[in-house]
């Protein structure tokens, strides 16, 4: 079992080598090898990460730090001390990404086996997956800042990649996917540039990248038991807070704690004196007095001596500082990766790529990214404050803007897209609440029922396609049936939920699991989105009520709208697609899809019923957790993860009722509305307008919801026109006007036409073309000349060899002589 | 007693002969015979030297020359009668197809 | 009295690669009786089995460091590189063959009996600690090779390279038996260590003795000097590789260069040495002799490769041009005290040669048509176009032969240039790189050719399945030894030549 974590690198080998033989051979293999092959994989990664989990299950959940073969450093420059290494990290919060990547991951592989079927670029799209999930496991498993990037920009690539997958449609709609793509790509530019400060600022103040050093485990608290236990004498572990621990054996993140820590001492011993000064002013003995500002003054000096400090070039900032810069510079990029205000904008868009593309990447999994790096500096954001306030605020407002922004959508996708948006903003909001086990945790859950409706989603754009296509032949069959038909053919849109209804008895296994996926994201009890969301809800009202911190307030109230929202479009998307009866040809004529999509449904809705109980709450039993509690554990997931999150970063929350009962009702409130507006057969009117677009009463604010709240609008209006007007001026007047006009015109190419005029005088008078040419002339005669010698007579050559003979005799002789 | 020079300077005279030969002869089986003769002047050294020296390196050597010359031989006027069925003639001056 | 031997004196497990191979081309010579006309391919592949089997053996006794049959055969790394380089080249020419032979009508199963002798014989000449082996090593290699030139006995020049190649063959065959005789003659005997072991005392006398073993050293090197193609012993070749089926062609540009330079390495290394002109020279008497023939064989080689337009012919004074090359690193032996690094860089430099030599073979059989035509340069225009993976690979084989750096080529090169400083030939070197950079004149024209130029349709029609496998291994190794040389280099590492260095 010791050795069991050195299979850890091979959880990224597999996937670069299925996108690798994909890539090269895919186009040969034809669609079942090539599926094949990413699906194994895929799943062979997941096999690893089992692997993974036994081994820390086995030993006492210690991190394993694993060094690839053959790749132990990747950067080193040993006058600086810069050792950047492809270490993977084996712990606990790298393997549950791992565990719920890996898994969902396969699933999809198999999704898009019969999603992508006949598509030009088969191989190609399996290529990508897979590099996909190499590069997210390079994110996940990297020991290093330096690695994390290196996968988030990957996951970055391949989702360009794979948003503008389909860019040679005909019509604009193939420029609109390759727009997606960009607009994806340049979104998440401006967050990575932000990942790049921190860890410039990173490395400048630490002078490492590493999370933590091989043996160094962040949790000494749990560990301790484990520690005592560990026969192995081969591995001493040790944390920041050993005293005799020196800064240079610790990473990054032990560095911060054993900073604040000093840092901490100092105010503390600052206080004590000034609780003694005014002690002293309490007796009024001057002597005492003047002796406690002696006192003061001393211990003001020392603590300002011991205070440690961080020259950033010309600046000197303290710790707190120093940590609120990083992570401020931190939640730029996890706003571009995991669609936060202000640069979600890209991820609506992004649904233009495959639908196993935006189960995976979109929802699942890559948009976690930058929850992971949040969850993974906790340390960072546990002492910054006032980031984990702008945190908390940004997120939960997300949640609660994206939620509202789905209710007027009537694209299939576009609806999960901005639900995604919202509950993203739920993770967020959780971390800056400090809440990072329920950030992980509903990352996790989401991750899975998530996937189940994007998948469901893409099964019912298949049925609406298959239908559409049935139509258009029997249309074909009976030319006399298309001026009955009167809706236009081009216009029709399978992800428009307006052309849908009814689907229900078409597509049931689709309808049954997608059903699941809604119930467990409106977070009725007990499905896993019940679980996980009431657990960030709990650790609002906890920074609320129990620390009595602003934020939490706004937080809960946000979140607790956002919830309610998330139930009403989400039963607004279910009347509108399965219920009611259907609304165009199309739906009439959708058949369910096949098993290869299915199977990954009814796996999934499995998971999205069952996933939660993996961190049930204490204080809540049978019958509320079927007993599961007794099996599972309470706080699984939570007692899991402590062994990778600092200590004063990690609390656990009992159950409340209160939270539990309102956030239940809310959900099923929302259904209940929702069902209300929707329900019987009303989904759309008969103009083809929503109820609550129809209703003049709520019009207007459905309409802001319909238009994205002008985001896109307004973006282009403040950033994206002022750019381009001063790219333009940049383009027209300067490059144009002085530089090319005068200054490449008159300058450079004057200067360099004299100049190539002087120095062609050789050539015009045929000194240098006459020398080169000359000397492959020469050569040519050389050997054509000694060509001749080679006559084709035996004789000749006999006579040559023999003059040979007698020419080497007397060369052989002449030192003799 | 003669000397080892004598026996030398005999097959040295019969070398040169058949490297005469194999470059004023017209005819392949000329050419091929005064090649023969050039071995057969070696082995003359080679028995000479082991003469002299008593050994039975030379004598040993001698018989692996002859049957490395039958062998060329077998080799040789196979190739002979071939261009001789193709062309009616064994003039290795007609065999300059390929110059330059 | 003659003390008979033990089989056990005999030291067979170390001579099995090539004992091995010269026994089981009887076994192909008399299996292939029953084999049918029209399925020689199982002939190919009996053949095949039999390299890869003398291949691992060679591998397994690699470094054995012992002498066998008698003291008439060593083994060391030095034959055991021979060993590997003479199988590497009659693996790849197997599979050159295969469809070659089929669609030119000469698919017989001898051809690859003959193949394997010839193996053989290089093989034994690596291994060879004795005149006697020598001389019929030498013979086991070449006859084969006449008999495989002429091959394509419906082709008048075929016929014509058969029948030139074994008369000036067998002429050559005459120097080296006169030049050995001669040296026997001196030494009083035909063991190389025993030579060695005299050459010092006969040089301190002015003699007869001496006269005779300078004579005897210059036939030899005539004798082998032709086998590898050296100026003024290499008028043979471009008519003979331009003749000879393309296969054979390749083989003999690789398999019997390697052999006959592994048998000079021997005899100046192993034998001679010490032939100084007086006690306390540090520079062999034949070292001006051999660099002067060196120079005069690249540069030869070189030029007159500019003006051919037939690739075959084109790569005949190509391989001329590398014959010279390699010889500078036999004059390097010629100082003492550098023979061992001159030593290892020729090899790694024949090494070098035979993947990338059998490799650019390989692409002309390709673009080679059934009825022999189809090579000339022009025949390369758009390559780059309807085979861009040939096109690539040969514009490497190309580059390697030229000595641009990451190629195998430029490892051979640059270490025989290092050699070659070394021992002082300074004058060598310079022609050496001079005419390294002429050689590029012409083996960049194929590359411009390929990619510049527009051809019309597929030529590549013989791009059969056996000989893109070669192809590739030719490219495989050409590029291996070329990124990691030190792969090569450490094969050579240590007690090169048993009981000298």
């Known amino acids: 079992m010791e050795n069991l974590a050195q299979i850890a690198p091979l959880i990224i080998l597999f996937p670069a080598i299925g996108a690798f033989i994909n890539f090269f051979w895919g186009a040969k293999m034809g669609e079942g090898a090539s599926a094949m092959v990413g699906t194994v994989a895929s799943g062979s990664s997941f096999l690893v990460a089992l692997g993974l989990l036994a081994y820390l299950t086995g030993n006492g959940f210690n991190p394993a730090v694993i060094n690839p073969p053959l790749l132990d450093s990747w950067i080193r420059i040993d006058s600086v001390g810069l050792d950047i290494s492809w270490q993977t990290r084996v712990d606990t919060l790298s393997v549950s990404m791992t565990l719920f990547v890996t898994f969902v991951g396969t699933l999809i592989h198999i999704y898009a086996a019969g999603y992508m079927h006949g598509d030009p670029r088969f191989s190609r799209f399996f290529a990508y997956l897979n590099?996909?999930?190499?590069?997210?496991?390079?994110?996940?498993?990297?020991?290093?800042?330096?690695?994390?990037?290196?996968?988030?920009?990957?996951?970055?690539?391949?989702?360009?990649?794979?948003?503008?997958?389909?860019?040679?449609?005909?019509?604009?709609?193939?420029?609109?996917?390759?727009?997606?793509?960009?607009?994806?790509?340049?979104?998440?530019?401006?967050?990575?540039?932000?990942?790049?400060?921190?860890?410039?600022?990173?490395?400048?103040?630490?002078?490492?990248?590493?999370?933590?050093?091989?043996?160094?485990?962040?949790?000494?608290?749990?560990?301790?038991?484990?520690?005592?236990?560990?026969?192995?004498?081969?591995?001493?572990?040790?944390?920041?807070?050993?005293?005799?621990?020196?800064?240079?054996?610790?990473?990054?993140?032990?560095?911060?704690?054993?900073?604040?820590?000093?840092?901490?001492?100092?105010?503390?011993?600052?206080?004590?004196?000034?609780?003694?000064?005014?002690?002293?002013?309490?007796?009024?003995?001057?002597?005492?007095?003047?002796?406690?500002?002696?006192?003061?003054?001393?211990?003001?000096?020392?603590?300002?001596?011991?205070?440690?400090?961080?020259?950033?070039?010309?600046?000197?900032?303290?710790?707190?500082?120093?940590?609120?810069?990083?992570?401020?510079?931190?939640?730029?990029?996890?706003?571009?990766?995991?669609?936060?205000?202000?640069?979600?904008?890209?991820?609506?868009?992004?649904?233009?790529?495959?639908?196993?593309?935006?189960?995976?990447?979109?929802?699942?999994?890559?948009?976690?990214?930058?929850?992971?790096?949040?969850?993974?500096?906790?340390?960072?954001?546990?002492?910054?404050?006032?980031?984990?306030?702008?945190?908390?605020?940004?997120?939960?407002?997300?949640?609660?803007?994206?939620?509202?922004?789905?209710?007027?959508?009537?694209?299939?996708?576009?609806?999960?897209?901005?639900?995604?948006?919202?509950?993203?903003?739920?993770?967020?909001?959780?971390?800056?609440?400090?809440?990072?086990?329920?950030?992980?945790?509903?990352?996790?859950?989401?991750?899975?029922?998530?996937?189940?409706?994007?998948?469901?989603?893409?099964?019912?754009?298949?049925?609406?396609?298959?239908?559409?296509?049935?139509?258009?032949?029997?249309?074909?069959?009976?030319?006399?049936?298309?001026?009955?038909?009167?809706?236009?053919?081009?216009?029709?849109?399978?992800?428009?939920?307006?052309?849908?209804?009814?689907?229900?008895?078409?597509?049931?296994?689709?309808?049954?699991?997608?059903?699941?996926?809604?119930?467990?994201?409106?977070?009725?009890?007990?499905?896993?989105?019940?679980?996980?969301?009431?657990?960030?809800?709990?650790?609002?009202?906890?920074?609320?009520?129990?620390?009595?911190?602003?934020?939490?307030?706004?937080?809960?109230?946000?979140?607790?709208?956002?919830?309610?929202?998330?139930?009403?479009?989400?039963?607004?998307?279910?009347?509108?697609?399965?219920?009611?009866?259907?609304?165009?040809?199309?739906?009439?004529?959708?058949?369910?899809?096949?098993?290869?999509?299915?199977?990954?449904?009814?796996?999934?809705?499995?998971?999205?019923?069952?996933?939660?109980?993996?961190?049930?709450?204490?204080?809540?039993?049978?019958?509320?957790?079927?007993?599961?509690?007794?099996?599972?554990?309470?706080?699984?997931?939570?007692?899991?993860?402590?062994?990778?999150?600092?200590?004063?970063?990690?609390?656990?929350?009992?159950?409340?009722?209160?939270?539990?009962?309102?956030?239940?009702?809310?959900?099923?409130?929302?259904?209940?509305?929702?069902?209300?507006?929707?329900?019987?057969?009303?989904?759309?009117?008969?103009?083809?307008?929503?109820?609550?677009?129809?209703?003049?009463?709520?019009?207007?604010?459905?309409?802001?919801?319909?238009?994205?709240?002008?985001?896109?609008?307004?973006?282009?209006?403040?950033?994206?026109?002022?750019?381009?007007?001063?790219?333009?001026?940049?383009?027209?007047?300067?490059?144009?006007?002085?530089?090319?006009?005068?200054?490449?015109?008159?300058?450079?190419?004057?200067?360099?036409?004299?100049?190539?005029?002087?120095?062609?005088?050789?050539?015009?008078?045929?000194?240098?073309?006459?020398?080169?040419?000359?000397?492959?002339?020469?050569?040519?005669?050389?050997?054509?000349?000694?060509?001749?010698?080679?006559?084709?007579?035996?004789?000749?050559?006999?006579?040559?060899?023999?003059?040979?003979?007698?020419?080497?005799?007397?060369?052989?002789?002449?030192?003799?002589? | 007693m003669v000397e080892v020079e004598a026996f030398i300077v005999l097959s040295a005279a019969l070398f040169i002969l058949g490297a005469m030969g194999v470059v004023l002869r017209r005819n392949a089986i000329l050419v091929f015979m005064s090649v023969e003769l050039m071995l057969n002047a070696a082995n003359l050294a080679l028995v000479a030297f082991a003469w002299h020296w008593g050994g039975m390196d030379g004598h040993i050597f001698v018989f692996f020359v002859i049957t490395v010359a039958a062998a060329e031989v077998a080799v040789g006027l196979a190739l002979i009668v071939a261009i001789f069925r193709s062309r009616q003639s064994i003039n290795i001056d007609e065999l300059h197809l390929m110059e330059g | 009295m003659i003390d008979v031997p033990s089989i056990a004196d005999l030291n067979l497990t170390v001579t099995f690669p090539a004992v091995f191979l010269a026994l089981f081309t009887m076994v192909v010579l008399i299996v292939d009786l029953f084999i049918p006309k029209d399925r020689k391919i199982r002939t190919a592949h009996l053949t095949l089995g039999g390299l890869v089997v003398a291949f691992v053996w060679n591998v397994l006794v690699f470094d054995s460091n012992q002498t066998a049959l008698g003291g008439m055969y060593i083994a060391?790394?030095?034959?055991?590189?021979?060993?590997?380089?003479?199988?590497?080249?009659?693996?790849?020419?197997?599979?050159?063959?295969?469809?070659?032979?089929?669609?030119?009508?000469?698919?017989?199963?001898?051809?690859?009996?003959?193949?394997?002798?010839?193996?053989?014989?290089?093989?034994?000449?690596?291994?060879?600690?004795?005149?006697?082996?020598?001389?019929?090593?030498?013979?086991?290699?070449?006859?084969?090779?006449?008999?495989?030139?002429?091959?394509?006995?419906?082709?008048?020049?075929?016929?014509?390279?058969?029948?030139?190649?074994?008369?000036?063959?067998?002429?050559?065959?005459?120097?080296?038996?006169?030049?050995?005789?001669?040296?026997?003659?001196?030494?009083?005997?035909?063991?190389?260590?025993?030579?060695?072991?005299?050459?010092?005392?006969?040089?301190?006398?002015?003699?007869?003795?001496r006269l005779y073993l300078v004579l005897g050293a210059a036939l030899i090197f005539v004798g082998l000097g032709f086998k590898v193609a050296v100026v003024p012993f290499h008028m043979w070749t471009p008519d003979v590789y331009e003749g000879a089926p393309t296969p054979v062609t390749a083989f003999m540009s690789v398999a019997a260069k390697a052999g006959g330079f592994a048998a000079l390495l021997r005899l100046m290394v192993i034998a001679l040495p010490e032939l100084t002109a007086n006690i306390g020279d540090t520079i062999a008497i034949w070292q001006t002799t051999i660099a002067i023939v060196a120079a005069a064989t690249m540069i030869l080689g070189n030029f007159v490769a500019i003006v051919q337009t037939n690739v075959k012919r084109m790569l005949a004074y190509s391989s001329i041009a590398h014959a010279g090359y390699i010889l500078m690193g036999v004059a390097a032996v010629g100082t003492i005290g550098v023979a061992e690094e001159a030593t290892r860089a020729a090899l790694i430099y024949m090494l070098a040669y035979t993947f990338t030599n059998l490799g650019a073979f390989a692409v002309v059989m390709a673009l080679e048509k059934d009825d022999g035509s189809g090579t000339q340069i022009a025949d390369f225009k758009g390559l780059s176009r309807s085979r861009p993976l040939l096109a690539v690979m040969m514009a490497f084989f190309m580059l390697s032969l030229t000595g641009v750096p990451t190629t195998a080529g430029f490892i051979g090169k640059f270490l025989l240039f290092g050699a070659a400083l070394e021992a002082g030939l300074v004058l060598l070197t310079i022609i050496g790189v001079l005419t390294s950079v002429v050689s590029a004149y012409y083996y960049v024209r194929i590359i411009v050719n390929m990619y510049l130029e527009d051809g019309e349709g597929d030529p590549a029609e013989g791009a059969t399945q056996y000989l893109n496998y070669a192809t590739y291994a030719a490219f495989a190794g050409t590029l291996i030894i070329g990124l990691f040389p030190f792969l090569a280099v450490n094969l050579l590492d240590t007690m090169m030549i048993a009981g000298l260095f």
Request: proline share 3%; aromatic share 14%.
């Open chain 1, 131 to 817: 590099m996909f999930l190499a590069f997210m496991l390079i994110l996940v498993m990297g020991n290093n800042l330096l690695m994390m990037f290196v996968g988030w920009e990957g996951v970055g690539l391949c989702s360009y990649l794979l948003i503008s997958f389909w860019w040679d449609k005909p019509g604009g709609e193939g420029i609109a996917n390759s727009n997606a793509g960009r607009k994806a790509f340049i979104a998440n530019r401006v967050g990575d540039f932000g990942v790049l400060i921190a860890i410039f600022l990173s490395f400048w103040a630490f002078g490492t990248l590493d999370y933590y050093k091989p043996n160094e485990i962040p949790n000494p608290q749990v560990s301790a038991a484990h520690l005592e236990e560990e026969t192995d004498s081969s591995r001493v572990f040790y944390s920041f807070a050993d005293e005799d621990v020196e800064m240079s054996q610790l990473g990054m993140f032990g560095q911060v704690a054993r900073y604040v820590r000093i840092d901490e001492a100092a105010s503390v011993s600052l206080d004590n004196a000034r609780t003694i000064l005014n002690q002293a002013r309490g007796t009024g003995d001057e002597q005492l007095i003047a002796q406690a500002e002696a006192l003061l003054e001393t211990t003001r000096a020392e603590a300002d001596a011991n205070r440690p400090q961080f020259n950033i070039g010309p600046a000197t900032f303290g710790i707190g500082t120093l940590l609120t810069l990083i992570t401020l510079f931190m939640l730029l990029g996890v706003t571009g990766k995991s669609a936060q205000i202000p640069l979600f904008v890209w991820l609506p868009d992004a649904m233009a790529g495959p639908t196993p593309v935006s189960a995976l990447i979109h929802a699942a999994t890559m948009v976690t990214a930058g929850v992971y790096m949040m969850v993974r500096s906790n340390i960072m954001f546990h002492h910054a404050e006032l980031t984990s306030i702008i945190v908390a605020l940004i997120g939960a407002t997300t949640a609660l803007v994206a939620g509202f922004i789905a209710i007027g959508q009537f694209d299939i996708k576009r609806v999960l897209a901005y639900s995604t948006i919202s509950q993203l903003g739920f993770m967020v909001a959780a971390v800056g609440l400090g809440a990072y086990v329920a950030a992980m945790f509903h990352m996790i859950t989401h991750a899975f029922f998530k996937a189940l409706l994007f998948l469901g989603s893409g099964s019912v754009i298949h049925g609406m396609e298959h239908g559409h296509h049935h139509v258009h032949l029997h249309d074909a069959d009976h030319p006399e049936a298309v001026t009955h038909d009167s809706h236009d053919d081009d216009g029709f849109d399978p992800q428009d939920m307006r052309y849908m209804g009814g689907l229900r008895e078409k597509m049931p296994v689709t309808y049954w699991t997608y059903l699941f996926g809604t119930i467990a994201l409106a977070g009725i009890w007990p499905f896993a989105g019940f679980w996980s969301k009431d657990e960030i809800l709990l650790d609002a009202w906890y920074v609320g009520f129990e620390k009595g911190l602003f934020q939490g307030f706004i937080v809960l109230g946000l979140l607790f709208a956002a919830a309610a929202f998330t139930a009403f479009y989400m039963w607004r998307q279910i009347e509108m697609v399965f219920h009611g009866k259907p609304r165009h040809e199309a739906a009439e004529h959708a058949s369910e899809s096949s098993r290869s999509m299915t199977i990954p449904l009814v796996i999934l809705a499995f998971f999205a019923l069952f996933v939660g109980f993996i961190n049930i709450p204490s204080g809540i039993g049978f019958p509320f957790t079927f007993g599961l509690e007794g099996v599972l554990g309470v706080h699984l997931l939570g007692d899991f993860l402590e062994y990778s999150i600092f200590a004063e970063a990690f609390n656990l929350l009992t159950f409340n009722a209160l939270i539990a009962i309102p956030a239940l009702a809310v959900g099923i409130g929302g259904i209940l509305a929702a069902r209300s507006v929707y329900g019987g057969g009303k989904a759309i009117d008969a103009s083809g307008q929503d109820p609550l677009q129809a209703d003049p009463n709520t019009a207007l604010v459905w309409n802001v919801a319909y238009a994205r709240m002008y985001w896109d609008e307004i973006y282009f209006a403040l950033i994206i026109n002022p750019y381009i007007r001063i790219a333009d001026f940049l383009y027209e007047v300067v490059d144009w006007g002085f530089l090319h006009d005068y200054f490449h015109d008159s300058v450079l190419i004057r200067g360099y036409r004299s100049m190539g005029d002087l120095l062609a005088r050789p050539f015009d008078l045929g000194i240098i073309d006459g020398a080169v040419n000359g000397l492959g002339w020469l050569a040519g005669r050389i050997g054509g000349g000694l060509r001749l010698t080679q006559t084709g007579y035996v004789r000749t050559y006999a006579v040559a060899l023999l003059l040979g003979v007698v020419a080497v005799i007397i060369l052989m002789l002449l030192p003799l002589i």
């Open chain 3, 76 to 209: 060391d790394s030095f034959s055991g590189f021979i060993n590997f380089i003479a199988l590497t080249a009659a693996i790849i020419t197997c599979f050159l063959s295969v469809d070659y032979l089929k669609r030119t009508g000469i698919e017989q199963g001898e051809f690859y009996s003959l193949l394997l002798f010839s193996t053989a014989g290089v093989m034994f000449m690596g291994a060879a600690s004795d005149l006697i082996v020598v001389f019929i090593a030498l013979e086991i290699l070449s006859i084969p090779l006449y008999v495989m030139a002429a091959m394509r006995y419906r082709d008048a020049k075929s016929e014509e390279s058969g029948l030139k190649y074994f008369i000036l063959g067998a002429f050559a065959s005459a120097f080296f038996l006169y030049g050995a005789a001669l040296v026997y003659g001196a030494t009083g005997t035909t063991s190389l260590p025993e030579i060695f072991a005299s050459v010092e005392g006969i040089v301190a006398t002015d003699s007869g003795a």
